[in-house]
């Protein structure tokens, strides 16, 4: 007790500075961390909805889905309609990047789908039954700038 009664005035002035100072430090140290975790749960939330609008995007500019089916004659002489669609896959993720111009990157899977039918007429193959053909995944990466995903 008695290095206490020894202080005087202006060290202990500048002791309880410190104190204060360090208190201030950690209370804004874990403010940031909060806003850091709340910047990361709304770029994940708004990610999702990112996502479901490219998808959108890509089946609008391709020409994917059953009304698009194209008939080929076979190595056999027989037809073949085939066509194409495009579906979500599993897996998609948000990750954060330590750049704070863009802070995440977003992780995007999704499957192109090839269905074929074989029949004696392209009329017969048009009509099915299609059966699985081909599945290849998709793997895109996108940045999350000044609070929006970017293509």
């Not at 999704?110 to 793997?139: C, M, N, W």
């Amino acid at each position: 007790m008695q290095g206490f009664r020894n202080l005087d005035p202006v060290s202990a002035f500048h002791k309880i500075a410190l104190l204060v100072l360090l208190s201030l430090t950690l209370v804004m140290g874990h403010s940031l961390l909060a806003l850091a975790a709340d910047d990361e749960a709304s770029a994940r939330t708004s990610f999702l909805e990112f996502e479901k609008e490219w998808m959108k995007k890509v089946n609008s500019y391709g020409d994917y889905g059953q009304h698009n089916v194209k008939v080929e004659k076979d190595d056999q002489g027989r037809y073949c309609a085939r066509y194409r669609i495009i579906a979500p896959a599993e897996g998609s993720e948000v990750k954060a990047t330590g750049v704070k111009a863009s802070p995440f990157v977003g992780v995007l899977h999704y499957e192109e789908q090839t269905y074929a039918s074989h029949a004696d007429t392209p009329d017969q193959a048009r009509l099915g039954p299609f059966e699985s053909e081909k599945e290849i995944v998709f793997t895109e990466i996108f940045r999350y700038s000044n609070g929006k995903w970017v293509f």
